[in-house]
């Protein structure tokens, strides 16, 4: 998504802009998504097991202020990290195959009683189904409660909000992804943000905690397949005037055998109640519409 101004010479003709085109086959940016996944370089991928490294779905370096999109299968395992420790990515979920069903994120706090998103941590949808678990976490600054950026408030705040701007909102970027996916505007809930902390007063007032610093990762475990919507861009609280921030590693790989493990309780450890009846009523709902 890098912003090209100024004409590169011989592209004024359709020969030589074609020629140039061409020409920029092949190369690579530190920025951008990785196809095949396996040709992301081993910065991304450091600490994959072989195992993981055979079933790479997804690869990319998402840049500050930019956003990104992909449909993922069940039992997909998606891990960011914060490499330089000033990433803030907003993050939605929608299920693949019925996309009115999305990531609740008030339900995510409520339902198992834990404000703090951490490892082990159900998201929870709207239907009560468990549409994906934190499966490991070393940041553990996290937020489901103050939401988006928009583009009002990054107006007043930065001078512009636009999702082509030098500052643009979570919001407006989440949006950009949804359309990518068939929806619009009305279908940009409530987002989770990570890599970038809160915390709660007994009184109920926010304080913003910030990053936990370079290298910190968080790792996702889809329980349905998913359309997963991303914006790395400012959280609302951040106390500084300038707009900044770092960009955040993708990586994905098809793990179904961690689905068991989850359930067993050798993932993240015994589920409590709460996350078991959502897990049932996701698995419920799956056998029922694969029923022959």
């Not at 910030?210 to 990762?217: I, K, R």
């Not at 897990?279 to 029923?291: I, K, P, Q, S, Y």
Request: charged share 20%.
């Amino acid at each position: 998504m890098t912003q090209v101004t100024d004409r590169p010479a011989g592209t004024a003709t359709t020969a030589g802009a074609r020629a140039h085109a061409r020409e920029q086959h092949g190369r690579t940016v530190d920025n951008m998504r990785y196809v095949p996944a396996a040709s992301a370089p081993a910065r991304l991928t450091a600490g994959l097991s072989d195992g993981a490294m055979g079933k790479l779905t997804w690869a990319e370096s998402l840049a500050f202020g930019r956003y990104t999109t992909l449909a993922l299968a069940r039992g997909t395992r998606i891990r960011l990290t914060d490499t330089s420790g000033d990433a803030c990515v907003h993050a939605l979920l929608y299920r693949a195959e019925a996309l009115h069903e999305r990531l609740n994120v008030a339900d995510t706090v409520k339902v198992p009683w834990q404000a703090y998103p951490t490892t082990g941590h159900p998201l929870l949808s709207d239907a009560g189904r468990l549409m994906a678990t934190i499966a490991a976490d070393t940041s553990a600054r996290h937020d489901a409660l103050t939401g988006a950026t928009t583009l009002e408030s990054n107006t007043a705040k930065y001078g512009a909000g636009t999702a082509h701007s030098a500052s643009p909102a979570a919001r407006e970027l989440l949006t950009l992804g949804a359309l990518k996916n068939g929806l619009g505007p009305r279908d940009v809930a409530p987002s989770l943000s990570l890599f970038k902390g809160i915390t709660v007063d007994p009184a109920g007032s926010i304080t913003f905690t910030g990053s936990a610093g370079p290298g910190a990762a968080v790792e996702l475990l889809l329980q349905m397949d998913a359309v997963l919507v991303l914006a790395n861009t400012a959280h609302p609280l951040d106390p500084r005037p300038d707009f900044t921030g770092t960009a955040v590693d993708i990586v994905a790989w098809y793990a179904p055998q961690d689905l068991a493990a989850l359930e067993a309780g050798s993932l993240t450890g015994p589920l409590p109640p709460e996350h078991q009846q959502a897990l049932r009523n996701t698995d419920h709902d799956l056998t029922a519409r694969n029923a022959r």
